[in-house]
């Protein structure tokens, strides 16, 4: 699972810099990790995206943003709490969820917005 910095989130998820809409710049849907290392609900999650990662390898990116790291990325997207999962699929606007989610909720919402299976 990949670490994203300023530089990298650019390349592979949106290059807000040259964009104004939204122009995801992945080749496969993404879930985006905000998350905190002092932070208990996340370290709930990590285990639950590390087994979605396996499972769905080759079909969705999982990544993570250290919001302490990463503060510009954490207030463009208006993080207030973490962890908050941005669901990415691969033609569509993103999907902001909040807190811990369960790995079944992961699932749905992976084959209803993400429209992976």
Do not use: R
Not at 16 to 37: C, L, Q, R, V
Not at 38 to 46: D, H, I, L, Q, Y
């Amino acid at each position: 699972m990949e670490h994203l910095t300023l530089e990298t989130f650019k390349e592979k998820v949106f290059d807000y810099e040259k964009n104004k809409e939204w122009k995801f710049e992945g080749d496969k849907p993404a879930i985006i990790d905000f998350y905190a290392n002092w932070c208990a609900p996340c370290k709930m999650v990590a285990p639950i995206l590390e087994e979605l990662a396996q499972e769905y390898d080759g079909k969705l990116d999982i990544y993570k943003v250290n919001t302490e790291e990463q503060q510009e990325l954490a207030g463009m997207f208006g993080i207030q709490s973490i962890p908050s999962i941005l669901f990415v699929p691969k033609d569509a606007q993103p999907q902001m969820a909040m807190g811990a989610l369960p790995k079944e909720t992961f699932k749905k919402t992976i084959e209803d917005v993400l429209n992976v299976n």
